[in-house]
């Protein structure tokens, strides 16, 4: 488990900055993310599959099964590879194969002049700012409402 969100009181604000998601944040019983160093070396060591839960406002649950999920180190803005999709969520993180970690503070998404950690309130693997184009894990948590900045996939 590298991401966690939910409904745990008070949120976690994941519109952090590049040294944030490097190191990692938040409480592992609550809200948080393990750290990009970590999320490379673990993902370094053999195959990994990435496995996404999740649960809608209205308690409809679905899930993403990517059979490979890796990224590259801080080098080369964590990278990330993910490929071959199964599940009933959708396959979300299309988008995201190949792109590089953005942060609030370090733009690394191509598509757009605006930095799309800054729109979407959180760090990402972003293709895209709009939100048809990728998803938003890290975004606000606003359970039901539908927008750029909300978390949804």
Sequence with gaps: V???????GRQEDFNRNWQDYKHGFGSLERDFWLGNDNIFALTNQGN????MDMTAADNDSAYALYREFRIEDENANYKLYVYGYSGTAG???????EELFT???RKNNRLNSENCADVRKGGFWYYYCSSEADCNPNGLYNPGVEDRSSMYY
């Design 48 to 51: 990994y599959s990435l496995r």
């Design 2 to 8: 590298f991401q966690r969100r939910g409904n745990f």
């Design 91 to 97: 396959n979300s993180m299309y988008a995201s194969h």
């Design 103 to 105: 942060t609030k503070d």
